[in-house]
C-alpha cells in the first residue's frame, strides 16, 4: 500500500479559495429555483403598478395642486413592500422549516458567509424588480392622469423611482435579518408588518411634538422618506431617511450574525 500525499501548494490553494462568491451563486440558484419567488416578485409588481394605475385614475379629474401626481402613481409601493418583505422572511425561515438549513451549513460552515449571500441575492433581486416596477407604475401613472402628470424630470420623480428600488432592497436584507433572529415565518412575518406599517400608525397617538422626534425614525417611515417628495417637520430629509433605514438593516443584520453564532441550526 501506499500513502497518497498532497501537495502544501495545492493544499494552500483550495483552503484559500473565495466562499462568498460561490454561495452567492448557489443562493442565486435557490432563489430561481423556487417557484414562489416569481409568484412573490410578480404579485409585488402588480401591486405597485395595478394599485398606482386605480389611484392615478381616481385623481386623473382633480384640479392640479390638490395631489402629488409622483406620490400618487407610486403609492403601490406600500402594497409591494409586503410582498417583498415576506419574500425576505422565506428565504430563510423556509430552510429552517424543512431542516435543509442543516445541509447548508455542512456544506458551507461559514454560517455568516451564507447569511450575508441570502440577503446579498435577494437585495439586489428586490431593487432590480423594485425599480423596474416603480419606473413602470410612474409612466403608466402619468399617461392616466394625462394634462395632470407629470415628466421624470419633475422634481423628486426621479429620485422617488431609484428610492423605491433601494427602499425595497434594503427591507428585503432587513427582512432576511429578522428570519435569521426569529426563525420562525409567522413570527418574523409579524415582526416586519408591526415595525413597518402598525407601530407608526400606534404611536400617531402621541402629542404632535414628539412625532417629530420619534415617529420619523421608526424604520419604514425612515425609509419612506426617499421616495417622499414632500417633506415636513415630521419627516426626515430622503437621503438621510434612507440612511436611517440601511442603519437599521445593517443592524439587524449584525444581530442575526451573532445569535447565529451562539445557537446551533
Request: aromatic residues 6%; charged residues 10%.
Amino acid at each position: 500500500m501506499t500513502a497518497t500525499t498532497v501537495a502544501p501548494a495545492a493544499l494552500t490553494a483550495s483552503t484559500r479559495q473565495p466562499v462568498l462568491p460561490n454561495l452567492l451563486r448557489s443562493e442565486w440558484a435557490k432563489v430561481r429555483s423556487v417557484r414562489s419567488t416569481y409568484w412573490t416578485l410578480a404579485a409585488a409588481v402588480v401591486a405597485m403598478i395595478g394599485y398606482g394605475a386605480i389611484n392615478s385614475a381616481s385623481h386623473a379629474g382633480s384640479r392640479p395642486g390638490t395631489f402629488d401626481p409622483v406620490l400618487t402613481s407610486l403609492s403601490g409601493v406600500l402594497l409591494a413592500q409586503l410582498a417583498i418583505g415576506v419574500l425576505g422572511v422565506l428565504m430563510i425561515t423556509t430552510e429552517y422549516s424543512t431542516g435543509m438549513i442543516r445541509s447548508t451549513f455542512a456544506a458551507a460552515p461559514q454560517r455568516h458567509s451564507v447569511i450575508i449571500a441570502k440577503a446579498g441575492v435577494l437585495g439586489a433581486a428586490a431593487f432590480t424588480v423594485g425599480t423596474a416596477a416603480s419606473l413602470s407604475a410612474f409612466l403608466t401613472g402619468q399617461a392616466i392622469m394625462g394634462a395632470h402628470g407629470v415628466s421624470l424630470a419633475s422634481p423628486g420623480a426621479l429620485r422617488s423611482v431609484i428610492g423605491i428600488g433601494l427602499y425595497l432592497g434594503l427591507l428585503s436584507i432587513f427582512a432576511v435579518a429578522l428570519g435569521t433572529i426569529i426563525r420562525r415565518s409567522a413570527g418574523a412575518i409579524a415582526a416586519l408588518v408591526g415595525l413597518i406599517l402598525i407601530l407608526p400608525a400606534l404611536l400617531l397617538t402621541l402629542p404632535a411634538s414628539l412625532q417629530g422626534t420619534v415617529v420619523r425614525f421608526l424604520p419604514g417611515n425612515a425609509g419612506q422618506a426617499i421616495f417622499t417628495t414632500g417633506q415636513d417637520s415630521s419627516t426626515l430629509s430622503p437621503w438621510a431617511g434612507l440612511a436611517v433605514f440601511a442603519l437599521y438593516a445593517a443592524a439587524a443584520l449584525v444581530l442575526a450574525l451573532v445569535i447565529l453564532r451562539r445557537r446551533d441550526a
